[in-house]
């Protein structure tokens, strides 16, 4: 069974910084693509950033240049380095993870159960 933990939200005035955390747990055979989502009230859910398990990356327009994602493949762990952070970035952050569980060897997608990140003005 996998299990992606997230944490590291929080409130922070606009401007400021978080970093994100996720760490995924359980009887993991591998994992390939690592990411980051995020849904605001009455908003669909978009992507924020995503990361290869060979460190390519990709980032929402909206994020380039203050967002960085990396992950440590020893650890399971991806993060989210967020700076300049702006009133509009407020939502719950999610984490996902394409897993392969060493009991099915089936590729998978798992969430985490969210973080909220509040930036106020």
């Known amino acids: 069974q996998v299990q992606l933990v997230e944490s590291g939200g929080g409130l922070v005035q606009a401007g400021g910084s978080l970093r994100l955390s996720c760490a995924a747990s359980g009887s993991i055979f591998s994992i390939s693509a690592m990411g980051w989502y995020r849904q605001a009230p009455g908003k669909q859910r978009e992507l924020v950033a995503a990361?290869?398990?060979?460190?390519?990356?990709n980032y929402a327009d909206s994020v380039k240049g203050r967002f960085t994602i990396s992950r440590d493949n020893a650890k399971n762990t991806v993060y989210l380095q967020m700076n300049s952070l702006k009133p509009e970035d407020t939502a719950v952050y999610l984490c996902n993870a394409d897993c392969v569980p060493l009991a099915t060897m089936i590729p998978n997608d798992y969430w985490g159960q969210g973080t909220q990140v509040t930036v106020s003005s």
């Open positions: 990361i290869t398990n060979g460190g390519n990356t």
